[in-house]
Every structure is written in structure tokens, then in C-alpha cells.
């Protein structure tokens, strides 16, 4: 039996180093689970899904070759849809292995700057191919983890490493590593080239949502996206977002008709975006499920976090625009 891991000579119990193995992890989703893609050794999720789900189609379609490089382009890649003739009913989609944007948070006002900058460029794209998703709350944000953890993340646990042991060390920053790419997930529900949709489902509860009224999807999306931005940002963090908040009420009225157009709203956020300074831009930000800091901790924590914000950004090129490979 091992230590403890801590640096003190207490014997592990049997119990607890079970834990420590990659067997001892559950499968969480039966629909999801993990692969190795044999061409080139990369972790890969593989979902069960119909095959008439919208998931299929608008998937292929925006990794199509014209598509799938376009910066602007936050659609979750299918890989590849493999199908069986023993299920003729049913497909399964390959795709990339990514990782819930709070895990971890971000750090600072300008790795939420990016987050927002991001998923608007990403909206605006899917709606001006005439895409919209329907349930892009936050929950269905996730971004590629890669460069925050070289070492990897176990899939069906994101707390440990592949192998099932413990991470070691400090959260990872987003600006350290040059920035992550954003991602939109689970077309499950979305439209492709319709102007007016039924349908109540989703993890936002919108205005308009009916099952026998018809509503404007697009305008559903900017809803959607900005009231991620107010449970994932504003309400998640001590201050220091309140620049979000224009924003956030421009694309959060009541009645459709008075909220913009995702291109609209990410000209919006660009004037936001201009008004930011270096100084409100490296402002660390302190999650409220860590609880409160003394004034004193505050201070060093923000100046230590300062010095090393200037070192990230002056020998870190930004590399959030490169799409997966």
C-alpha cells in the first residue's frame, strides 16, 4: 500500500487506493461514452442518437470542408456518424472530446470577455446559415481543454486523470495557455431553414416557448445566450462584470420582437469590448461557491494575480481562433 499522496507517511487503506484506479470510476451517461479513434490515438465521445435527429444533419453541415475552418464556426464537429445494420433506426456520432466551461471557471474579466466574444461570433455564424439551436444555455457551452490539461482528463470523471489519479496542483489559467476554443453542443433540438417553430423544450425558460404557438427561433437564441451570460457570469461571480449588463438587457427583453439579431448583439458587445481598459481586463474575479476573502488576502491575490496576467499576455500568443484539428 502507498501513502497517502499528501507528503505524510499514513498508509492508504485498500478502500482508498480502489478509488485511485481507473476501474473504479462509473459511467455516468449511458448515451455517451469514450473511445480511442484508431487513425491518429485521439480520445473521442461517441452518442447514441436517432437518425433523424437534427444532430445528425446540421452536424455534417457544419463540418462540411467549406465550413468546419471558418473561425467564427463554434459548432460542435462531427467527426464521423457510424452506423449498423443490426439499428437501422439509430446512428452513433463521433465527436471531440471536450470539457464543461466551469471546470475550471474562468479567472479574469478578460477570459470572460473571450467566452462572451466567442459564443456571439458563433451564434451569428450558425443564424446566418440559417441554424438556430434553441437551448444554448450555458450547460451547452463546453470548450476544448487540451492545453489546460497536457496530460489529459478522465472522460467520464473530469476530476482526475485519464488513468483515474488525482490531478495535482493549482487550476490552469485560460490566458496562460494563449486562451480555449468555445464550442455549441447538442443540435438535438435545433432548425435548420425555418423561420418559425413550436416546441418547449430547453433548459431556459423563454417567454415564448409553446407548443402550439409559433415563435422566432433566432430571436429565442439571442434570449437564450444572454440569460447564459447573466446565470454563468453575473450571478456566479463577486462583481466586476457589471459592464455585461447592457448587454445582457439588450438581448433579454420579454417580446421577441424587441430583442436584436445575433449580429446585432455582437456589435453591441464590440463597443462594449473597445470601452474595456488592460486594467479592468486583468481584474481576477472571485467566484461566490469559494466564499468571501479578507480584504487583505484580496489585495495580494489581485496583485499577484496582476504580474502574472502581463507576463500571460506578453509572451502568449492567442491561439483561441484555431479550430480543432
Not at 39 to 44: A, H, L, Q, R, Y
Not at 103 to 118: K, T, Y
Not at 141 to 149: K, N, S
Not at 169 to 190: H, K, L, M, N, W
Request: glycine fraction near 6%; aromatic fraction near 12%.
Amino acid at each position: 500500500m502507498g501513502s497517502d499522496g499528501t507528503g505524510s507517511d499514513r498508509v492508504r487503506t485498500p478502500a482508498e487506493e480502489l478509488w485511485d484506479f481507473e476501474e473504479s470510476i462509473q459511467i455516468t451517461r449511458d448515451s455517451l461514452l469514450d473511445a480511442r479513434r484508431l487513425s491518429d490515438g485521439k480520445t473521442v465521445y461517441l452518442k447514441y442518437v436517432s437518425k433523424d435527429s437534427p444532430e445528425v444533419e446540421i452536424g455534417q453541415y457544419f463540418y462540411s470542408p467549406e465550413l468546419r475552418d471558418d473561425p467564427w464556426n463554434r459548432c460542435l464537429p462531427l467527426l464521423e456518424v457510424l452506423r449498423q445494420e443490426s439499428d437501422p433506426d439509430n446512428v452513433i456520432l463521433v465527436i471531440p472530446w471536450l470539457r464543461r466551461i466551469d471546470s475550471p471557471d474562468p479567472a479574469s474579466v478578460r477570459e470572460c470577455a473571450d467566452l462572451v466574444q466567442q459564443t456571439l461570433e458563433g451564434l451569428a455564424f450558425m443564424h446566418e446559415h440559417k441554424v438556430a439551436h434553441r437551448d444554448c444555455a450555458w450547460g451547452n457551452i463546453m470548450m476544448d481543454g487540451r492545453r489546460l490539461f497536457p496530460s489529459g482528463w478522465h472522460p467520464q470523471h473530469w476530476e482526475v486523470l485519464p488513468n483515474g489519479r488525482s490531478m495535482k496542483g493549482g487550476e490552469p489559467s485560460r490566458t496562460a495557455v494563449g486562451g480555449v476554443r468555445y464550442y455549441f453542443i447538442d443540435f438535438g433540438i435545433s432548425s435548420h431553414n425555418e423561420d418559425q417553430v413550436v416546441g418547449v423544450d430547453g433548459q431556459e425558460p423563454a417567454p415564448e416557448l409553446s407548443d402550439t404557438v409559433p415563435y422566432d427561433p433566432y430571436k429565442l437564441d439571442v434570449y437564450i445566450l444572454g440569460m447564459a451570460y447573466w446565470h454563468f457570469l453575473i450571478e456566479r461571480y463577486y462583481g466586476g462584470l457589471d459592464f455585461l449588463l447592457p448587454l445582457i438587457d439588450y438581448m433579454t427583453p420579454l417580446k421577441p420582437s424587441e430583442r436584436p439579431s445575433a449580429a446585432e448583439a455582437l456589435e453591441k458587445w464590440k463597443i462594449v469590448a473597445k470601452g474595456l481598459s488592460f486594467s479592468a481586463l486583468s481584474q481576477r474575479l472571485q467566484p461566490k461557491h469559494q466564499g468571501t476573502e479578507s480584504s487583505f488576502s484580496q489585495l495580494v491575490k489581485d496583485l499577484s494575480y496582476r504580474i502574472r496576467y502581463f507576463w500571460w499576455t506578453t509572451t502568449t500568443p492567442n491561439r483561441s481562433n484555431r479550430p480543432l484539428p
